[in-house]
């Protein structure tokens, strides 16, 4: 018997039906191909910006990342360790996922659908039903640099330029919420790093974002990414902002997943903050294609929704109650 495989969006498919030395391999192990087990829970398969890695949505925004090698997932940003012994598998371009690992990705589905219904008997709610209450939030949203700062410059595009209209799209989607979106600069100004951080800390904002370009030597660099504070609980908050808002960017565009990264440079404005704290990078002005797509006004609308679908995803875990616990003290 042959097997046909045919690849889109950086995903396997099955086409075909397989040797029988692979299906005895596959049923020995309890490894199911993850394109397969996409279809069955009703997931998107999306590649990030790592060979093995894969982001895998649902059409309610709800996420998991999986990784070749290791022992645990990422649902939501949080990370769940795999029950049994096996790994996830790479096979040619596609990934085997452990039959414990399939049942979890079920049981997290379920248990968060669960929580946005009371019960069976009762109309089917959407997972939009009950989104998470946003109102009182206060959220900074600095655009990076500005002024006599361009940032990256390529192609004659200013970075300082792109960051400044993908924020203020950001602060009128959140005001439409409720939110208290708070501008570091709304016009072609350089406000001082302290000067940022210090706005955010003295309007005791609860979360502070603030949004980059990213440039690189290598021209085919491209993707979305962020960096966050390390230090504490704070510091695992500020991981989870970062995982929810990257993941919200991506699957609003489609572009690659960079991850979230700890901090190891010491970046004032999140070392100077006093709450959960990111720094994004939305895209690579380096990269020709990417640079036309950062400046085109639908697309930075999407950023913009990402990055509000990211709020939306990390207040649902966390509240508005537990988040100002963290903050209520400053750090060291």
């Given at each position: 018997m042959s097997c046909r495989f045919v690849t889109g969006f950086g995903v396997l498919l099955l086409l075909g039906a397989c040797t029988h030395t692979k299906d005895a391999a596959i049923r020995t192990t309890g490894s199911r191909p993850l394109s397969e087990v996409a279809r069955s829970l009703g997931l998107t398969v999306r590649p990030t910006g790592f060979a093995e890695d894969r982001l895998l949505v649902h059409r309610d925004g709800r996420s998991f990342y999986v990784m070749a090698g290791k022992h645990y997932y990422r649902f939501m940003g949080d990370r769940k360790q795999l029950p049994g012994a096996e790994v996830i598998q790479v096979t040619r371009s596609d990934l085997l996922l452990p039959s414990e690992l399939v049942a979890a990705l079920r049981r997290d589905l379920d248990g968060s659908r669960s929580q946005s219904a009371e019960s069976s008997t009762q109309p089917a709610q959407t997972a939009d039903a009950k989104p998470p209450r946003l109102g009182g939030l206060t959220v900074v949203i600095d655009a990076g640099h500005g002024g006599t700062d361009p940032g990256a410059i390529y192609g004659g595009i200013h970075e300082k330029a792109v960051v400044l209209a993908v924020a203020l799209a950001t602060i009128r989607k959140l005001k439409a919420l409720g939110v208290q979106a708070i501008p570091t600069r709304t016009s072609d100004t350089r406000p001082s790093l302290d000067a940022r951080a210090s706005l955010a800390n003295r309007r005791k904002a609860d979360l502070f974002i603030s949004i980059h370009a990213d440039s690189a030597s290598r021209r085919s660099a491209s993707g979305v990414g962020a960096f966050f504070r390390a230090d504490g609980a704070r510091g695992r908050q500020s991981r989870k902002l970062a995982v929810a808002?990257?993941?919200?960017?991506?699957?609003?565009?489609?572009?690659?997943?960079?991850r979230a990264r700890a901090d190891s440079r010491g970046l004032r404005v999140l070392r100077k903050t006093h709450m959960p704290a990111i720094l994004l990078e939305i895209g690579f002005l380096t990269n020709a294609a990417e640079r036309r797509r950062l400046v085109d006004a639908r697309y930075q609308e999407r950023v913009a929704q990402g990055i509000v679908d990211g709020i939306k995803g990390y207040?649902?875990?966390?509240?508005?109650?537990a988040l100002r616990r963290v903050g209520a003290t400053p750090p060291r």
């Open positions: 808002v990257v993941d919200g960017i991506v699957t609003r565009t489609d572009a690659s997943n960079r207040m649902s875990r966390t509240g508005t109650a």
